[in-house]
């Protein structure tokens, strides 16, 4: 089994080289300026009430939710 385990894992290790070279390297997107805490903050709050409204979707939540988007 742990022979099985080091040539899947020799395969993955192979395929992610091969997709480096093919594609390049991905570099990680940076947020823009004017992206600042008060973005990031209201960014998570509209996650949580999705969120919220997805885990249980009564009437209350769908009407955050809508509130929310405005």
Known sequence: MVA???IDL?????CQYLSKKILG???QKL????FDDECSKLSDKKKQVKLQWLQDPSQI????LIT???
Do not use: M
């Not at 020799?10 to 192979?14: R, S």
């Not at 947020?31 to 004017?34: D, G, I, L, T």
């Not at 939540?61 to 955050?64: L, S, Y």
């Open 4 to 6: 099985g385990v080091y």
């Open 10 to 14: 020799q395969k993955i290790l192979e």
């Open 25 to 27: 390297q991905y570099e």
């Open 31 to 34: 947020h823009e300026p004017w």
């Open 61 to 64: 939540n769908a009407d955050n």
């Open 68 to 70: 929310f988007k405005i």
